[in-house]
C-alpha cells in the first residue's frame, strides 16, 4: 500500500493510502487527502535545528481524518525506462562484473504480476561500505532491469560476493568526482547508503547534474541531522513524540532533567554515528551524559546541543517508508535488538541482529503509524520547502499504557541490521522501484515480499561498542554461508590480509542473515552458519529474535 500526499487547497488531488481488497490482486482502495498546503522555503541553517514556524496551516490528524475519500486504483502497467549502462573506462584496474544476460520478459514484481520491467536496463551505485550497502547491493543485483552494480567504496567482503563491483579509490566526499564517474559509466540510478553523504549534500549535487538520486536533500536530510529540527517538526505538524526540551547551556538542561525526574533521555543534536543517546536511569547518569556532550565535548559539535526528553516505556519498532516527495510506500516491518548482550543488557550499540516481519506490527497499528507520524511528516516536510525523497525510517515506541505509536526519532536511510532482513525478502525489482521514488512515480508501485522470516544475527569484534581490535582474521566464511541455499552473510567490515585472508575491520562486522517459515527455523539456520564461521575474536548475541518467539506464544495461549 502507498500514502499519498496530495497538495493543492480544497481541490488537491486525490492519492493512495492503498489496501489490497480481499480475493482481487492487485486491486486497492485508494484514500484521497484534500488540504490547503502552502510551500514555505527551508532555511539553510534547518540542519542546525531552524523550522519556520509561522504561515503555513498546521496539518492535524483531524485533517487528514476529515478529508478522507475512498476510490479504486489499479497499479500502472509499466514503469519508464532507466538510462543505459555506457561502460567506459574509470581507472587503469577496474574489471566490471559481466553485464547479466537477463530475460527481458521478466516481469516488475508486483501484488498482481503485471507490471513489466522496461526493455532496457540501468547500472547502479551505491554509495557506502557497511553491511546496510552489501545488502542493497545484492537485492540490485538480482533485480531484472539492473545491468551492474558499483558499491563505492565498498569493502572487500562485498567485492568478493560478486554482488558488486568496488570502488574503493572512488571520493564519495567529493560530489564532482562521484557525478564524473556516473558520467563515464552511464549510471543511471545512485543509491546513497549513510546518512553522512546526505547531510552534507550529496544527493542535491547529484539531482542537480540530472543524476537520478535515490536518498534526500541535505535540507531534508536534517530530520536526522538535528534532533531538535525533527521534534520542531513534529511540534508543528502535531505528530506524537516524547515530550522534550532543547539546550545549549549544561546548567539549564541540568535543572530541567531535575524537575522531570528520571529515567530520562539525553541525546545529542547532530549526527554522533549512533552513539548520541543515552538512556539515564538516574539523575547522575543523565547529568554525566549533559557534561559529556555540552561541556567535554565528547561528539564534538554534534553534541553542542542536546535534546532531553521523557522516557517512553514500551516496545520499540523500526518502520520504514519509501517516499517520492508526495507519497509513501511502507515496506515490511522488522525489529533490532540495541543492547549489546543477551537478555537486552549493556550499553546500546548500532544493532546486533533484527529479524522481519515483526508481528508485534499489525495491519491496524501499520495504518495508524502512516496515518499519524509519516504521512504528516511527508506532507510537513513538503510544506516546509523540503520535498523528502529516499527512505523514512522512523524509531517507533508502542506504548505500554496506551498501545499507540509514538516517533522517537528519524533516520534519513536504511537501518543497518534491519535492511539486511528487509533485502532478504524482497522479491520487487529494487531498481525500478527506486527509480520510480526518483521519479515522483511511487502511487504506481506495489511490493512483492517473500511470506518467509528473515534474521541477522551480528559478529562482532570483541570490546565492541567500546575499545575493539582490528585485523583479526576470520575463516570459514564461504563455508558458513553453505549451510544452507537460505543464508546469506552481509559483510559489514571486513578487509583482506596479506594472504588473502579476511580479516575484522570494524565493530560490526558481519551479518548472518537466514529466512525459514517462521522464527524458529530462520534462527536455526543463522545459528548453524554462525556455528561454522571461525573467529575467536568475534562475539555476537544468542538470542536474536526472542521477542517474536514471546509473541507467537501468547498468540498461540
Given at each position: ?494 578487509a583482506l590480509d596479506r594472504d588473502g585472508n579476511f580479516v575484522a575491520a570494524g565493530g560490526r562486522v558481519l551479518g548472518v542473515t537466514a529466512k525459514g517459515k517462521d522464527i524458529e527455523e530462520a534462527r536455526a539456520k543463522a545459528y ?30
Amino acid at each position: 500500500m502507498a500514502v499519498g500526499v496530495a497538495s493543492g487547497g480544497a481541490a488537491g488531488a486525490t492519492s493512495a493510502f492503498r489496501r489490497t481488497l480481499g480475493g482481487r490482486p492487485g486491486l486497492r482502495v485508494a484514500y484521497g487527502l484534500v488540504g490547503e498546503e502552502r510551500i514555505m522555503a527551508c532555511a539553510a541553517s534547518s540542519v542546525k535545528g531552524s523550522l519556520n514556524v509561522g504561515g503555513a496551516k498546521a496539518f492535524s490528524n483531524n485533517l487528514f481524518r476529515d478529508y478522507l475519500k475512498s476510490s479504486v486504483s489499479y497499479p500502472v502497467s509499466e514503469i519508464s525506462s532507466p538510462i543505459r549502462a555506457q561502460h567506459v573506462a574509470y581507472g587503469s584496474n577496474l574489471i566490471v562484473r559481466g553485464s547479466k544476460s537477463r530475460d527481458f520478459s521478466s516481469k516488475l514484481a508486483s501484488t498482481n504480476g503485471s507490471s513489466k520491467i522496461s526493455e532496457e536496463r540501468v547500472t547502479v551505485l551505491v554509495i557506502g561500505g557497511g553491511g546496510r550497502e552489501h545488502a542493497l547491493c545484492y537485492a540490485l543485483e538480482r533485480s531484472p532491469s539492473c545491468d551492474a552494480v558499483f558499491c563505492a567504496p565498498g569493502n572487500s567482503g562485498i567485492a568478493q560476493s560478486g554482488d558488486a563491483t568496488c570502488i574503493p579509490d572512488l571520493d564519495i566526499s567529493n560530489s564532482d568526482a562521484v557525478i564524473s564517474f556516473c558520467r563515464n559509466w552511464g549510471v543511471g540510478l545512485v543509491v546513497v547508503g549513510p546518512e553522512a553523504p546526505l547531510v552534507a549534500g550529496l544527493a542535491n549535487e547529484l539531482v542537480k547534474a540530472g543524476i537520478p538520486t535515490f536518498g534526500p536533500s541535505s535540507e531534508a536530510a536534517a530530520l536526522e541531522g538535528s534532533k531538535d529540527f525533527m521534534k520542531k517538526l513534529c511540534d508543528k505538524y502535531h505528530i506524537p513524540t516524547a515530550k522534550y526540551q532543547s539546550f545549549t547551556d549544561p546548567s539549564d538542561a541540568k535543572k530541567y532533567v531535575e524537575e522531570q525526574g528520571a529515567p530520562i533521555v539525553v541525546k545529542a543534536d547532530g549526527l554522533a554515528a549512533g552513539k548520541g543517546v543515552v538512556v539515564a536511569m538516574t539523575l547522575e547518569k543523565a547529568f554525566e551524559a549533559i557534561d559529556s556532550m555540552l561541556v567535554e565535548g565528547s561528539f564534538g559539535s554534534a553534541g553542542s546541543r542536546v535534546i532531553v526528553e521523557e522516557y517512553l516505556e514500551g516496545e520499540e519498532v523500526s518502520f520504514f517508508a519509501l517516499v517520492d516527495g508526495e507519497t509513501a510506500l511502507p515496506l515490511e516491518s522488522a525489529q533490532d535488538h540495541k543492547r549489546v548482550g543477551d537478555g537486552d543488557v549493556g550499553p546500546n550499540t548500532g544493532g546486533m541482529g533484527a529479524y522481519s516481519p515483526a508481528p508485534i506490527v499489525t495491519e491496524k497499528l501499520k495504518c495508524k503509524v502512516m496515518e499519524s507520524i509519516i504521512v504528516p511528516t511527508v506532507k510537513g516536510m513538503a510544506t516546509e520547502g523540503c520535498k523528502f525523497v529516499g527512505v523514512l525510517y522512523a524509531g517507533i515506541m508502542i506504548e505500554k499504557k496506551s498501545g499507540l505509536p509514538k516517533l522517537i526519532e528519524y533516520n534519513v536511510r536504511f537501518g543497518d541490521p534491519e535492511c539486511q532482513v528487509l533485502m532478504m525478502r524482497l522479491q520487487s525489482d529494487l531498481a525500478q522501484v527506486l527509480l520510480a521514488a526518483c521519479r515522483g512515480e511511487l502511487g504506481s508501485v506495489s511490493l512483492t515480499w517473500s511470506p518467509e522470516l528473515a534474521t541477522v544475527v551480528v559478529m562482532a569484534s570483541e570490546g565492541y561498542p567500546g575499545v575493539y581490535k582490528k585485523g583479526t582474521v576470520i575463516k570459514n566464511i564461504d563455508e558458513a554461508e553453505q549451510v544452507s541455499p537460505a543464508v546469506k552473510i552481509f559483510h559489514a567490515g571486513t578487509a583482506l590480509d596479506r594472504d588473502g585472508n579476511f580479516v575484522a575491520a570494524g565493530g560490526r562486522v558481519l551479518g548472518v542473515t537466514a529466512k525459514g517459515k517462521d522464527i524458529e527455523e530462520a534462527r536455526a539456520k543463522a545459528y548453524d552458519a554462525l556455528d561454522v564461521v571461525d573467529w575467536p575474536e568475534g562475539f555476537f548475541r544468542h538470542d536474536i529474535g526472542w521477542r517474536a518467539q514471546k509473541y507467537r506464544r501468547m498468540v498461540a495461549h
